[in-house]
Nanobody, 115 residues
Framework: QVQLVESGGGLVQPGGSLRLSCAASRSIFRSDYMGWYRQAPGNQRELVAQISSDGTTNYADSVKGRFTISKDNAKNTVYLQMNSLKPEDTAVYYC?????????WGQGTQVTVSS
């Protein structure tokens, strides 16, 4: 069965780091691209980072240079390494696997950046 399961969220101090993991079923992992999105209360869901099946990456301007998306093909897992975290990064982070006409979403993991 298809599934996406995020983990690794939590509470961290400003300037700290977290690594999010997205364990995907094989079919979703082999989608055209996988991405991380985030949504804060009252805000729209926004793209944070994505990685194509061939390894091409793309980042939102707000996180470029601080976040890194990667994947482990052997584990069918996508990661989001988040460094130099800011309070504005606080949100629920969602993993997504997508083709042009179909997408699957994980349940989300909470990231809170606060002193």
């Amino acid at each position: 069965q298809v599934q996406l399961v995020e983990s690794g969220g939590g509470l961290v101090q400003p300037g700290g780091s977290l690594r999010l993991s997205c364990a995907a079923s094989r079919s979703i992992f082999r989608s055209d691209y996988m991405g991380w999105y985030r949504q804060a209360p009252g805000n729209q869901r926004e793209l944070v980072a994505q990685i194509s099946s061939d390894g091409t990456t793309n980042y939102a301007d707000s996180v470029k240079g601080r976040f890194t998306i990667s994947k482990d093909n052997a584990k069918n897992t996508v990661y989001l390494q988040m460094n130099s975290l800011k309070p504005e990064d606080t949100a629920v982070y969602y993993c997504k696997g997508a083709w042009s006409r179909l997408a699957y979403w994980g349940q989300g993991t909470q990231v809170t950046v606060s002193s």
